[in-house]
């Protein structure tokens, strides 16, 4: 009796881990909803902000939203014979544009893959500089794509070069934030064992570190490649080539070339998830074959 007295006023610790677990769960709950109240609060300030700034409001042309839409699939239906000889037409455009991503995407992949090396721990050639490159890639993931190829059309004038360049900068970031990420998890001995036989440093990242990343290098570039395609369709709006830019054309002209609109959307759309899909097959295939 005196003992399963004692059992029941002495705590167990899996009594002490529940009432643990418990404190811990009421603490998460209470972040939790202070967090979305201030995400709430945040968006519904920004909403009203935004709103007020726009000419005429939102609550007053949310419901002609639809109707560029509808003038375009409507003029499109009305001259759809036009289409296939507009597809022809504007497929130079296309090709324009998947040339600026693919180039953009080689040059950003090499340069952000010497910024990887460069700043990842334990491989890099120079560890007291590791902070300064990775400042550099933050800085080059930080400025938008938009703003760089504005400047460089101001300096170089419009044309596929600007895009390029503006693309390629900020994919070097984007990809040798990626792929430090990934040398990081790389096995050491290789590179040791290299190390010991005298090899320098370029020789011990070609053969004892790009093996064992290429895979995932591959495949993070292959996904930059999906996005540098829409990317490089956005700059053609502000006149750096492209697609874009005769999208931008068709549609300032308003009613009358709506069906050339169309046919750019039905390019820029097919282009799209073609690439898309080709690139999350390959991208499967080496992530299965690692």
Do not use: C
Request: no cysteine.
């Amino acid at each position: 009796m005196t003992g399963s007295a004692l059992t029941g006023s002495n705590p167990t610790p899996s009594d002490h881990i529940s009432a643990s677990y418990m404190v811990q769960m009421r603490r998460r709950r209470m972040y939790g909803g202070l967090t979305l109240a201030i995400f709430t609060l945040l968006m519904v300030s920004g909403f009203v902000v935004a709103d007020g700034r726009n000419a005429g409001g939102f609550w007053d042309g949310w419901h002609q939203m639809l109707d560029f839409p509808a003038d375009v699939l409507s003029e499109a239906w009305e001259k759809r014979a036009n289409l296939p000889g507009l597809l022809v037409e504007f497929f130079p455009a296309l090709v324009e544009t998947i040339n600026i991503a693919a180039a953009s995407t080689l040059i950003g992949a090499m340069v952000g893959l010497v910024l990887a090396l460069l700043s990842t721990r334990g491989l890099a050639k120079w560890p007291a500089l590791i902070p300064l490159f990775r400042r550099i890639m933050d800085v080059m993931r930080a400025v938008p794509e938009i703003v760089i190829a504005l400047v460089l059309i101001f300096i170089l004038g419009g044309g596929p070069v600007p895009a390029m360049i503006a693309i390629a900068f900020h994919t070097a970031g984007a990809l040798g934030k990626l792929y430090s990420e990934v040398a990081e998890n790389a096995d050491l001995k290789p590179i040791e064992g290299l190390g010991s036989t005298g090899a320098s440093w370029i020789q011990r990242m070609w053969l004892g570190v790009l093996p064992q990343v290429a895979p995932n290098f591959l495949s993070y570039s292959l996904l930059r490649f999906e996005i540098n395609i829409r990317a490089s369709a956005i700059l053609g709006f502000v006149g750096a080539g492209g697609i874009g830019s005769e999208l931008r054309h068709a549609m300032s002209w308003g009613p009358g070339r709506f069906d050339e609109a169309a046919a750019i959307f039905l390019l820029l759309f097919g282009s799209i998830v073609f690439f898309d899909q080709l690139s999350s097959r390959y991208r499967n295939k080496m992530i299965e074959g690692q």
